[in-house]
């Protein structure tokens, strides 16, 4: 396993397909649904390998049978690979901690895959709780899609849901701080920066304070090593952020 793993996930992700003998497997061909150029699996924490996979030859040249966490994990672009393993690690992280409606949690990242015939393809991604038992996550769901609208830059985005939403995204905030990624409640803020709205007219756009919106939009100026609010919003277009 390779070290840039965190922890966590380390000890958790195989490099085991589905099982096309097993009954869960035909269960979740019935059950599970998807979009036309959506790519789905189900990996069981529990079995330690995936149970389901499909749409993946499609979406990045690998046969369903062949799908693996590991797979997928190591299919990252380099640039993305670091943030998007933090990413998973932290959530799992925060997410053993719920206790209650886990399968209402999730959340999502736009991430480069390398395809199998070496083609980078930028996806969003949504990864969430499928599955739980007395507070522990049993099954993760991932659905991805690749993204036709626009280029990805080397700051990722991302963003967090459920019904702790404010604590899930502050707690990937906090221990994501040092790396080149983006929540969308920053995001949001800084999108109404770029426009010309003055912090206490985002506020009251987004109905929060203007200590929140402050928090949310100065941490950038470190994080992407920027001097000013010009300097930010100039960055973040030539980032793909905005």
């Known amino acids: 396993m390779d070290e840039n793993f965190g922890e966590y996930t380390r000890d958790r992700v195989s490099n085991i397909p589905f099982d096309i003998n097993d009954p869960v497997f035909n269960e979740y061909k019935e059950k599970v649904h998807q979009f036309t150029g959506q790519a789905v699996y189900i990996y069981s924490f529990e079995k330690n390998r995936m149970l389901y996979a499909n749409g993946w030859e499609k979406l990045l040249g690998f046969k369903d049978s ?3 966490l590991l797979k997928l994990i190591n299919a990252t672009s380099k640039r993305h690979f670091n943030f998007s393993n933090e990413l998973n690690d932290k959530s799992l992280q ?10 209402k949690y999730s959340f999502t990242i736009e991430v480069e895959k390398i395809h199998e015939n070496g083609e980078v393809i930028p996806l969003f991604s949504r990864v969430g709780i499928y599955k739980s038992y007395e507070g522990n996550v049993l099954e993760v769901i991932g659905i991805s899609e690749k993204i036709h609208s626009r280029k990805l830059g080397d700051i990722m985005q991302y963003a967090a849901y459920g019904p702790e939403t404010s604590k899930f995204e502050e ?4 221990q994501l701080f ?10 949001e803020a800084l999108e109404l920066a770029a426009k010309g709205y003055a912090f206490k007219e985002i506020a009251e756009v987004l109905n929060v304070s ?4 402050e928090k949310r939009i100065f ?11 010009p300097h930010l919003i100039s960055f973040s277009y030539k980032n793909h952020i905005l």
């Open 66 to 68: 062949e799908i693996t």
């Open 94 to 103: 925060f997410l053993k901690n719920i206790k209650t409606d886990l399968d």
């Open 171 to 174: 707690s990937l905030n906090e």
């Open 178 to 187: 040092n790396e080149l990624g983006i929540s969308r409640k920053e995001k």
């Open 210 to 213: 203007h200590s929140a919106i």
């Open 219 to 229: 941490p950038l100026y470190k994080r992407f090593n920027v001097k000013s609010l």
